[in-house]
Every structure is written in structure tokens, then in C-alpha cells.
Nanobody
Framework: QVQLVESGGGLVHPGGSLRLSCTASGSIFSINAVAWYRQAPGKQRELVAAASGGSTNYADSVKGRFTISRDHAKNTVYLQMNSLKPEDTAVYYC???????????????WGQGTQVTVSS
């Protein structure tokens, strides 16, 4: 079994910063692509940032403000969010493509979500 557990969400004023963490635990052989998504009330889930191999990509709305990074030794992915805006308010989910063993395929796993609220 594999679990993704997120933390770091909360309430922040506009212009503030938060760092989200997502740690994978369980039987893990390798973690390939990782990503952060978000879903605001009444809207579809959208990709915020992704990292695969040595490359990263970001939604246009967060470029220059958000940074995705990984700590391979800790099986953890981070999302540093700076200059937060009210429109960043959403539930943020981490996603990872994980192989449990060399003999098994890669499966997608999701965290439970963490609420980020940007409000004055």
C-alpha cells in the first residue's frame, strides 16, 4: 500500500506565503512524475505544477510565484507558494506516479487534499 499525506495548508493574507508538503509512504520502489493540483469551489481540478525527471512546468497563473521541488531521500514533494492571491484559494492535492516494485507498473496516487485560503 502507498499513501500520500499532505500538510502545510491554512489561512494566509494576500501577498503571503505557504509551503505545502506531500510525503509518500509504504512500499515504494520509485517515484516518477509528481504534481500539485488544486480545485476551487464550483470549478474543475486544475494542474498547478508538475515535475518529471529534471524538468518542471507550471500553470500560467502561478508562474514566477510557485515553485515545486522534491526531496528524493524523504519521498517528499513541496510546493512553495509566494505572493498569494485570493484566487489561489482552493483545496490543493498532490499526485505522484509510483512503482511499488521493479515488477509492477506505475500507478497514480493522490493525497487527501489540504485547504489553502487567501483572504484579508
Amino acid at each position: 500500500q502507498v499513501q500520500l499525506v499532505e500538510s502545510g495548508g491554512g489561512l494566509v493574507h494576500p501577498g503571503g506565503s505557504l509551503r505545502l508538503s506531500c510525503t509518500a509512504s509504504g512500499s515504494i520502489f520509485s517515484i516518477n512524475a509528481v504534481a500539485w493540483y488544486r480545485q476551487a469551489p464550483g470549478k474543475q481540478r486544475e494542474l498547478v505544477a508538475a515535475a518529471s525527471g529534471g524538468s518542471t512546468n507550471y500553470a500560467d497563473s502561478v508562474k514566477g510565484r510557485f515553485t515545486i521541488s522534491r526531496d528524493h531521500a524523504k519521498n517528499t514533494v513541496y510546493l512553495q507558494m509566494n505572493s498569494l492571491k485570493p484566487e489561489d484559494t482552493a483545496v490543493y492535492y498532490c499526485n505522484a506516479a509510483i512503482r511499488m516494485s521493479i515488477a509492477t507498473p506505475t500507478y497514480d496516487y493522490w493525497g487527501q487534499g489540504t485547504q489553502v485560503t487567501v483572504s484579508s
